[in-house]
């Protein structure tokens, strides 16, 4: 058996289930199977997955109700897929706790090439010991890690963690919609300013829940986003 990330895969049609937990193990994962949203919950409170690929319709829930239920303790990353292409489809999906979305039909390889760039953002190596401090905020490389104000610490999901990551990376620094685009999602991703938006709020969301201010990840209109403290840098140790 494989000892490879494991994956959850959420569909009720039975093909399709079929056909993607073929291939996935055919690519070296371990998958488990779920039907519907009340069978992906129990799966991945029993042995949670390091990725879920989760249809957007459901035959007892929403999708993204169900994405939305797993962010509630799940960091792993989510992968949504349905046969709705819309643009609202694709922001309530983000909105909802998704990192990525997928739509129906897809080629093979651009499934696995979602699922690699997923796992790798969930596991990025970075340099040992590193710590970037920016205000309140603790940003633990290695151990994936943010905690404000000494301890109090922040549940990000992957993608969430990494937009935070190349912020503090760049000690102040503004980084351009471009630059953050590809540098956590990829290079197919450098137009796609929408999914940018849609996670930087939610992280921004997040970080004020636990009293950071949202002004400290600044937007620079038409330009980017950059990370401060109240002197209006950062510092890193």
């Known amino acids: 058996m494989s000892d490879g990330p494991r994956i959850l895969v959420v569909d009720d049609e039975r093909p399709i289930r079929r056909a993607l937990e073929v291939t996935l193990t055919k690519a070296g994962y371990r998958v488990a199977v779920a039907t519907d949203g009340a069978e992906a919950l129990t799966a991945a409170a029993l042995t949670p997955p ?3 690929i989760l249809d957007l319709m459901l035959p007892d829930a929403d999708g993204a109700d169900v994405c939305t239920q797993l962010r509630d303790w799940l ?11 819309e643009e609202r489809d694709k922001i309530r999906a ?19 090439a979602r699922v690699r760039a997923l796992l790798r953002r969930s596991e990025g190596s970075v340099p040992a010991d590193q710590v970037i401090e920016v205000g309140p905020l603790a940003v633990d490389l290695p151990h994936r890690l943010v ?3 000494g301890g109090d610490e922040v549940h990000l999901t992957p993608t969430e963690f990494d937009l935070l990551k190349q912020l503090a990376l760049a000690d102040g620094r503004p980084l351009t919609h ?57 510092v890193a140790s």
């Open 50 to 52: 390091d990725l879920v």
């Open 75 to 85: 960091t792993a990353p989510i992968l949504l897929i349905s046969a709705v292409g």
């Open 178 to 234: 471009q630059m953050l685009l590809r540098s956590v999602w990829g290079p197919g991703y450098a137009t796609e300013t929408q999914l940018l938006r849609t996670h930087m709020g939610r992280l921004r969301d997040k970080l004020e829940s636990h009293g950071v201010p949202r002004r400290t990840i600044e937007t620079l209109t038409g330009i980017g986003y950059r990370l401060r403290d109240e002197a209006g840098g950062a």
């Open 94 to 112: 983000l909105d909802a706790g998704a990192d990525d979305y997928l739509t129906k039909p897809f080629g093979i390889g651009e499934l696995l």
């Open 147 to 149: 905690t404000v104000n």
